[in-house]
């Protein structure tokens, strides 16, 4: 079974700049979920995507959106780009958006660096 | 919401040695507990994970506990080999959201001397 794929793996863009990062979730995978992880740090939940809706949000802006599509795949869109989005950019791919007590194992892409100059 | 801590940020240890990482968390209601491997320029990996109707789980030189009452939970390395060294992450997954997002650690960089 072939991983959780990202793109560009590095990228630098300019203080109010548009980017997009691509994922490719793990087959069999319906679940996408987009962690922003800054140097450092533990990567933090952006927002998740199952069946092509959002379905779950951490505390960022709107300049952060995604879609996926029906292939599952998904991209993360970031508006406005500040100084402070510099970060490894991780997708995740799981089998099920994991609600109740169905909490379920997460598989991370390598990531996107971006850097915000 | 959920906040989980990590200690120790950095860790150094013999190569054959033992090594704890330990954990604590807010939410009650979480339930479930992995913990990541994160090599440099790499994605985090899953090394082994526990829920909360557990109290341990063993995966050959890896152990994770959890204390549910205590809100503690801790990874255990034992006959630590070099590649071993990296960044280790806990995680707690609050539930009862309708989608599930994992809740991080600062992390512990892990440093094995041969």
């Known amino acids: 079974e072939t991983g959780v794929t990202q793109s560009p793996t590095h990228l630098i863009k300019t203080r109010g700049q548009q980017v997009t990062l691509r994922c490719s979730s793990q087959s069999g995978h319906n679940t996408v979920s987009w962690y922003q992880q800054a140097l450092g740090q533990g990567p933090q939940f952006i927002f998740q995507y199952y069946r092509e809706e959002e379905n779950g949000r951490g505390n960022f802006p709107p300049r952060f959106s995604g879609l996926q599509f029906p292939n599952y795949s998904s991209e993360l869109n970031v508006n406005a780009l500040e100084l402070d989005d510099s970060a490894l950019y991780l997708c995740?791919?799981?089998?099920?958006?994991?609600?109740?007590?169905?909490?379920?194992?997460?598989?991370f892409g390598a990531g996107s660096r971006l850097t915000v100059l | 919401g959920e906040n989980v801590e990590q200690h120790p940020s950095t860790l150094s240890v013999q190569e054959g040695d033992s090594a704890v990482i330990k954990c604590t968390y807010s939410?009650?209601?979480?339930?479930?507990f992995p913990w990541y491997k994160q090599e440099l320029g790499k994605g985090p990996q899953l090394i082994i994970d526990?829920?909360?109707?557990?109290g341990e789980k063993k995966d050959q030189r890896i152990a994770v506990t959890l204390n549910k009452t205590a809100k503690h939970f801790s990874l255990h390395i034992t006959e630590t080999q070099p590649e071993d060294s990296a960044v280790y992450f806990c995680a707690a997954s609050p539930m009862n959201t309708g989608f599930q997002k994992l809740v991080f650690g600062t992390g512990t960089r892990l440093l094995v001397s041969p």
């Open positions: 995740a791919s799981s089998g099920s958006r994991g609600t109740g007590s169905g909490a379920n194992v997460l598989t």
């Open positions: 939410d009650s209601a979480s339930n479930y």
């Open positions: 526990i829920r909360s109707n557990v």
